[in-house]
C-alpha cells in the first residue's frame, strides 16, 4: 500500500509529509565564510525548497533538475541554483 500524505502547517505555510515522517526545516546560508546548515526556519526566506532526501540528493549529486525530482521550489530559483553549485554531482 502506498504511503499515505498529509499537510502540516507551519509558519511559512503547509508542508507535505508522509504519514509518520516528522520532516524537519532547515536554513541554508551562503556567504563569504561558505555555506552553513543548522535546523530551524527564517521568517522571509529568498527561497524555499520541499523535498525527500532522496529528491534532494538527486538535485544536489546527480545533476537532476529539481522540477524533475519532485522538488518543489517557490521564491528565488537563483538562490537555489546558487546552493546547488556548491555541490560537485557525482561522476
Do not use: C, H, K, N
Not at 499537510?7 to 541554508?28: F, H, K, N, Q
Not at 534532494?56 to 521564491?75: F, H, K, Q, S
Amino acid at each position: 500500500m502506498p504511503s499515505q500524505r498529509t499537510i502540516r502547517r507551519t509558519r511559512e505555510g503547509p508542508v507535505w509529509r508522509r504519514d509518520g515522517d516528522p520532516g524537519y526545516d532547515y536554513v541554508a546560508r551562503v556567504d563569504a565564510a561558505g555555506l552553513t546548515v543548522r535546523r530551524g526556519t527564517v521568517p522571509e526566506p529568498d527561497a524555499r525548497v520541499v523535498a525527500d532526501s532522496t529528491a534532494w540528493t538527486r538535485v544536489l549529486y546527480e545533476a537532476a533538475e529539481p522540477a524533475e525530482a519532485g522538488v518543489d521550489v517557490a521564491g528565488d530559483p537563483a538562490a537555489v541554483a546558487r546552493l546547488v553549485a556548491l555541490f560537485d554531482p557525482a561522476p
